[in-house]
T-cell receptor, first 117, second 115 residues
Framework: AQKITQTQPGMFVQEKEAVTLDCTYD???????LFWYKQPSSGEMIFLIY??????QNATEGRYSLNFQKARKSANLVISASQLGDSAMYFC??????????????FGQGTELSVKP | GAVVSQHPSRVICKSGTSVKIECRSL??????MFWYRQFPKQSLMLMAT?????????EQGVEKDKFLINHASLTLSTLTVTSAHPEDSSFYIC???????????FGPGTRLLVL
């Protein structure tokens, strides 16, 4: 069974608008971390945002915020005021265990975001 | 901070030759690094976990004799693709663990083409 599911293979958004990229996860471990990465066409993976399972508040980093709904096991990425440079592949990832667990990540299938001018 | 470099960025080689890819953490020490392979339009596939001073841990289905990993220092891990064949052509990307939250920071990747 998929542990990380991104159901949107591709998304379009108009420049300056907000967009939500979906991510659901499945784990029985009470301690886990959730990550989002951006991969532009150049190939590098850019770390965007992190949410720990015990964090009470949703993580935010500039224009990125993570809508963490623990009961629904969802960790959607919200990008506000989209820019043309946001066009890229976005990956959601989970690490089971919070610290000193080896750090292995499980990745979703990715969502390709295209920002229209 | 948390910069990871990877070299070379692109390599073309003949079938049967070996190719070495280097992954360096530039501004932090990394006892653990990871090597991934990625095909076009697909997600990352973990190949192995590289631990400084010990043997790498390979994922199921990854040939350890074909993909040699050496983590000789706290800032350098190398992946050697031995006797490369066209089916080994792919995008290889490494990452290093950093910080209290053990975030993986990635290198820019290496595109390997085996002719």
């Amino acid at each position: 069974a998929q542990k990380i599911t991104q159901t949107q293979p591709g998304m379009f958004v108009q420049e300056k608008e907000a967009v939500t990229l979906d991510c659901t996860y499945d784990t029985s471990d009470p301690s886990y971390g959730l990550f989002w990465y951006k991969q532009p066409s150049s190939g590098e993976m850019i770390f965007l945002i992190y949410q720990g399972s015990y964090d009470q508040q949703n993580a935010t980093e500039g224009r990125y915020s993570l809508n963490f709904q623990k009961a629904r096991k969802s960790a959607n990425l919200v990008i506000s005021a989209s820019q043309l440079g946001d066009s890229a592949m976005y990956f959601c990832a989970m690490r089971e265990g919070l610290h000193n667990q080896g750090g292995k990540l499980i990745f979703g299938q990715g969502t390709e975001l295209s920002v229209k001018p | 901070g948390a910069v990871v470099s990877q070299h070379p960025s692109r390599v073309i080689c003949k079938s049967g030759t070996s190719v070495k890819i280097e992954c360096r953490s530039l501004d932090f020490q990394a006892t653990t690094m990871f090597w991934y392979r990625q095909f076009p339009k697909q997600s990352l596939m973990l190949m192995a976990t590289s631990n400084e001073g010990s043997k790498a841990t390979y994922e199921q289905g990854v040939e350890k004799d074909k993909f040699l990993i050496n983590h000789a220092s706290l800032t350098l891990s190398t992946l050697t693709v031995t006797s490369a064949h066209p089916e080994d052509s792919s995008f290889y990307i490494c990452s290093a663990l950093e910080g209290a939250w053990e975030t993986q920071y990635f290198g820019p990747g290496t595109r390997l083409l085996v002719l």
